[in-house]
């Protein structure tokens, strides 16, 4: 796989993830001071939701190739392993505080006596995760951009005369190559036949 591919799929499995933890924040001032019985209905919703671990568990997949790609560029490693741990902090705390709230309302099908606060609980922890999701994928583009940057300024730097990579042919010879006749002679010789 290209690097250029690794970056798409690490930005669309980051703004993927970072998806049903902002439609949490979204509705977290709405459904904060719902009464029990319009809370447990409210969070029907979420039935079926289960399949974004797949997406997260990709991500996280991804974003540790992009780490051993840009592994030998100091500043885009430290960003792509700032967005893989914000990514991984997102699970720690939907393990911690999140899927025990799940376990004790069986995913809110019931309500227990202190549900108010566990759904003050519930609501803050997708809110925390959504702040992790929104850091890894502003760390991800910003890793993007500085790599490019970097890179540009690889290609200015290179010395006159020479181009990245080939890209058309001149008089019949490529260019990118400086033209030093006694150098192209040799070359010449070693492309020719020898018939003696």
Known sequence: MSMNTIWVVSLLLATLAMMPAAAHVLELPNKI???????????????????????????LGCMLVLLFMV?????????????????????????????????????WT????????????????????AALNLAALVALIVCLFW?????????????QGYAAAPTARDNGITAGRTSDPAREAQREQRRSPRYM
């Open 33 to 59: 001071g719902l009464s029990g019985i319009e809370y447990l209905t409210v969070q029907r919703l979420y039935r079926g939701w289960s399949f974004t671990r797949l997406v997260v568990a990709a991500a």
């Open 110 to 129: 019931f309500l227990p006596g202190d549900w108010s606060e566990l759904r003050r609980r519930w609501e803050y922890s997708h809110a925390a995760s």
């Open 71 to 107: 592994r030998e560029l100091p500043t885009a490693f430290a960003l792509a392993w700032v967005a893989f741990l914000c990514l991984a902090g997102t699970q720690l705390i939907f393990w911690i505080f999140t899927q025990p709230v799940n376990r004790v309302t069986a995913n």
């Open 147 to 159: 790599t490019n940057e970097m890179q540009q300024f690889d290609a200015d730097a290179l010395p």
